[in-house]
């Protein structure tokens, strides 16, 4: 079976993050304009309830078996790591069986009462069966990642967002003519089937690994095979339900802002076709520009765990100190362009995308708090390698019970709607950052240099007044070529300032170069 060194892995899965970051917004961009802005809400709609399912079922399993695995072959016990893969399959198979069904048997009243729009049946009847494909690929992505093997994860994910590029937008296409609620539910039949396709290319490579793989003699775990079982069980477990604890705080809250959002803004006066419609505008079409420098930032987390975990076991504060300080450098210093574009360039950006400049004050809203977003990332991976994940944990819960309580309190208000929600989001992302960071500090005693953020905002200060010139002063027709133009030119002043403020030095320049030879060969 190939296998990767740690630094080839990230960066299989960086490529393979970055294409699926810019493959998936096609239709991103191109179904509001094919469904509109209730039709993305309905499709929307149904992902938190989703979500927090796939966390019950799948939420630590996959590192747990990645690192029991891992742990096997390094034995070379071929035997305990398919009795591994068998005990993680069962369990995950058998919760998918269970939740599908359930969800099967109550669609209806899950429309009706806990999505506060029935129209949403359709497209949460085609979601239920990813339940089952999700769960499985996760058990085989940890598979493939305990044995060091990052190719077959990197190509799922690709051929899973090349092939749902197109059924999403041909079945909403397709079901157009029956209503908005068919086209939606058209949208995630597409979804399904990019994940069935992502399923089956795991499935493909497992059984090339299987006929590639040597056999050993059968180990014995414990003194009869059952008790065996019940250790690996007990180990898989022991690894899975703490991290299925932490992810269930993100999931259950993302789910509950949902159901509050849609009530908060009934409670204020707003129909319920137009607080759908302004829902899908906010994590159909804001949020997903917002997050789109993540992939650098959770590559970037990724690859921090284990570093600081290995300097943490020899005690070697500096690298830890040095490490952190570099990782929230660059993603401040990379985030930056993209946040200064959302905010200076909100209007054109969103008429461009998505065909509606009406969604900008959300953008431009959130903008300024994105750069909290990638900071909130390596704070948070440092606190997981410094074995700190219960501060993370109550970071989160804190964050989270605050920004649904301002959901309530002010999308209610019919001055704010959407805006209150959008606010209580930001609020929430700010107050988690500053904790992490808090934590970070009160356990490492970690400063970082402030002249650094004063540079930083005087490079996006230079290069967005330089972007607002260039897109508002008519000097030439087209406004989708001005809007490159003054991209373009506000991230290349934007580096400008940064090499002559010193943010961007020579040994930076090398590091990128270096990684760009290694990501080609």
């Not at 068998?86 to 669609?107: C, D, E, K, P, Q």
């Amino acid at each position: 079976m190939t296998k990767q060194s740690f630094l080839k892995g990230t960066l299989i899965l960086l490529a393979a993050g970055i294409v699926n970051r810019i493959l998936g917004f096609i239709p991103r961009i191109t179904l509001p304009r094919l469904i509109g802005a209730e039709g993305v809400g309905l499709y929307q709609m149904g992902f938190p309830f989703m979500i927090v399912i796939l966390t019950l079922i799948t939420g630590g399993i996959p590192i747990a078996v990645a690192k029991l695995i891992a742990e096997a072959e390094a034995e070379n016990n071929e035997s305990r790591i398919r009795r591994i893969l068998r005990l993680a399959m069962t369990l995950t198979v058998s919760l998918g069986i269970l939740f599908t069904l359930a969800s099967l048997l109550g669609a209806q009243w899950i429309a009706n009462h806990l999505l506060t729009d029935s129209r949403v049946y359709y497209t949460f009847l085609c979601m239920t069966p990813i339940i089952i494909l999700v769960g499985i690929g996760s058990v085989l992505r940890g598979y493939f990642q305990g044995r060091q093997n990052m190719i077959p994860t990197a190509v799922s994910q690709v051929a899973e967002t090349i092939i749902r590029i197109f059924t999403v937008l041909a079945f909403a296409y397709a079901l157009l003519p029956y209503g908005i609620e068919y086209a939606a539910a058209g949208a995630m039949a597409g979804v399904m089937v990019g994940e069935a396709v992502a399923l089956l290319v795991l499935f493909l490579y497992y059984r090339r690994s299987r006929s590639q793989t040597t056999p050993f003699p059968i180990a014995k775990i414990g003194s009869v095979p059952l008790v065996g079982r019940l250790a690996n069980l007990r180990q898989l477990l022991k690894l899975a339900l703490p991290i299925t604890g932490s992810k269930l705080v993100g999931s259950c809250s993302y789910f509950l802002e949902s159901i509050l959002i849609i009530r908060s803004l009934a409670a204020a006066g707003i129909a319920t076709k137009l607080a759908t419609a302004q829902y899908g505008m906010l994590q159909g079409m804001i949020i997903p520009i917002l997050l789109l420098p993540s992939a650098l930032t959770y590559s970037l987390s990724v690859s921090l765990i284990p570093s600081l975990s290995e300097a943490a076991a020899r005690n070697d504060m500096q690298t830890i100190h040095n490490r952190l300080h570099q990782s929230l450098k660059l993603a401040l210093v990379t985030g930056a362009p993209f946040v200064m574009i959302m905010f200076v360039l909100a209007e054109p950006l969103c008429d461009l995308m998505y065909g509606q400049s009406q969604i900008a004050p959300m953008l431009k809203m959130m903008a300024p708090v994105a750069l909290f977003i990638y900071f909130q990332a390596p704070l948070q991976a440092s606190l997981q390698a410094l074995n700190r994940p219960g501060s993370a944990l109550v970071n989160t819960l804190i964050g989270s019970v605050i920004k649904l309580a301002l959901i309530v309190g002010l999308a209610g208000q019919p001055q704010f709607g959407i805006l209150g929600a959008v606010m209580a989001i930001n609020i929430n992302i700010m107050l988690v950052t500053v904790l992490h960071w808090h934590s970070v500090v009160r356990l490492l005693h970690f400063r970082m240099q402030m002249m650094d953020f004063a540079k930083v905002g005087l490079a996006m200060f230079v290069s967005g007044w330089c972007s607002y010139i260039l897109m508002y002063t008519h000097w030439m027709d087209g406004e989708a070529l001005r809007f490159a133009v003054s991209c373009i030119a506000g991230v290349i002043i934007y580096l400008s300032c940064s090499v002559l403020l010193r943010l961007i030095d020579r040994t930076d320049l090398t590091r990128v170069l270096m990684l760009g030879r290694k990501l080609i060969k």
